[in-house]
């Protein structure tokens, strides 16, 4: 899809879901670099919440992540259809991550999860979704588990949702409309 199509298309589910969208426009390539980049080396599955049109998933990739290691959970039909194409061989669920453990079931058995890439917009979704989405995020990681996500309040330090993970490194982007916060959140062991 060009790259034109790509942001009506955000913009059109923007306008249909705000709330959900959490953005008019997708993030950008130094957003999606420094998502990636906080990713710890080492093995285990790398969870994406909220991939959209695939700027993070493209950084991802980009910093070694490994395909098979790679699992993309999106709600929204279009965008993960579009990610189905942009995409080939990345295990791409469409579905909701207020369903997170069922959704990921026999796809990271015993394995570790590495890290929870999220660009899920906590702060518009309705108290109920973030609280089901929190307890599934909680259920599926185990300590040594790293929950990465953005904000575009940029003086918050706290973690998205109460629970086991603390921050433990921030950086400001100033490249990206508007500039956002990506932290870094560990389950420590
Ligand atoms: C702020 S956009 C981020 C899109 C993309 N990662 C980016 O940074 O440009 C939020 C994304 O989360 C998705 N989303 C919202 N609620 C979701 C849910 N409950 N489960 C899975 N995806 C969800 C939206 O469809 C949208 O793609």
Redesign the pocket.
């Known amino acids: 899809m060009p790259k034109y199509k790509s942001f009506l298309n955000?913009a059109r589910?923007f306008v249909k879901s705000p709330r959900?969208?959490?953005?008019i426009c997708?993030?950008s390539v130094s957003?999606?670099r420094q998502m990636a980049a906080m990713v710890p080396p080492g093995t285990g599955k790398v969870i994406e919440?909220?991939?959209?049109?695939?700027?993070?998933t493209r950084a991802l990739l980009q910093q070694g992540i490994a395909i098979q290691d790679l699992i993309l959970?999106?709600?929204?039909q279009s965008?993960a259809k579009h990610l189905t194409q942009r995409f080939p061989g990345v295990e791409i669920i469409h579905?909701?991550?207020?369903a997170l453990g069922s959704l990921l079931g026999p796809l990271v058995k015993d394995e570790p999860i590495r890290a929870i890439v999220s660009?899920?917009?906590f702060r518009s979704?309705p108290r109920d979704?973030v609280q089901q989405?929190s307890q599934e995020i909680i259920a599926v990681s185990q300590p040594g588990t790293r929950f990465i996500q953005f904000t575009y309040h940029l003086h918050d330090s706290r973690p998205p949702f109460p629970g086991p993970f603390s921050s433990s490194e921030w950086h400001i982007v100033w490249q990206n409309l508007p500039p956002a916060r990506v932290g870094a959140f560990d389950w420590k062991p």
Request: hydrophobic content about 40%; some cysteine.
């Open positions: 955000f589910e959900h969208t959490g953005a997708p993030s957003l999606a919440l909220g991939p959209g049109n695939g700027p993070m959970v999106e709600r929204t965008f579905g909701d991550a207020c660009s899920l917009p979704m979704v989405i």
